[in-house]
């Protein structure tokens, strides 16, 4: 596979692999710098965007896509270029994620429906999203709290409304002991 890539201004070529719906470019200064700031991997010297995060960058005009011969400017084309690409998982994520990097976190996406998450004061979650209209499990809510708690993390979830409204809640470990009156 050969990358060739091209920088214009501030703005990063990125090709796209609707194989595996990731973006990737050759590593330079840009890629060095948007790395630092938590997003995308390298992988063998390539530096691959996931599509969430590549999604949030073209929307705030930080790459292109290149398409053969044609750019991809917006993320419109690129949803109608690639759209099955594009899961149910995948509008809930770049919310929660736009939101997040709007209030100055640093997101890394590790899975659907997941992101770690470092605050400002330098703490690390796990932030878990779910949607209102799903229902989910109390066990699977501990599941997921037990899984932050094992790796020393706090668990987040972030609620999408219908409204595509955020509200986040952190839990935190709680024993509840009930003891047994005697009537005398």
């Known amino acids: 596979m050969i990358i060739l890539m091209t920088t214009r201004n501030d703005q990063l070529t990125v090709f796209f692999d609707e194989n595996n719906c990731v973006g990737f470019t050759k590593r330079n200064s840009l890629t060095d710098e948007l790395h630092e700031k938590w997003f995308g991997v390298y992988r063998e010297g390539v530096f691959v965007l ?20 044609k750019d991809i400017s917006t993320l419109q084309e ?10 149910t998982s995948f ?3 770049l919310s929660v994620f736009k939101d997040l990097r709007e209030r100055g976190r640093r997101v890394r996406v590790l899975g659907p429906m997941k992101f770690l998450v470092k605050d400002k004061s330098g703490d ?10 799903y229902s989910v499990s109390v066990n699977r809510l501990v599941e997921l709290i037990d899984e932050a708690r094992r ?16 509200t986040y809640y952190e839990s935190n470990l709680v024993d509840l002991w009930v003891e047994k009156n005697e009537r005398v």
């Not at 690390?124 to 209209?133: F, G, N």
């Not at 609620?159 to 955020?166: A, F, K, M, T, Y």
């Open 124 to 133: 690390l979650r796990l932030v878990y999203i779910l949607e209102e209209k």
């Open 78 to 87: 690129l949803v109608s270029q690639y759209n099955k690409c594009f899961d």
């Open 50 to 69: 996931n599509l969430v995060e590549l999604a949030y960058l073209l929307s705030n005009s930080r790459v292109v896509v290149k398409n053969g011969d």
């Open 151 to 166: 790796n020393n993390l706090k668990a987040t979830l972030a609620i999408v409304s219908l409204q595509g409204e955020l």
């Open 91 to 93: 509008w809930p994520m």
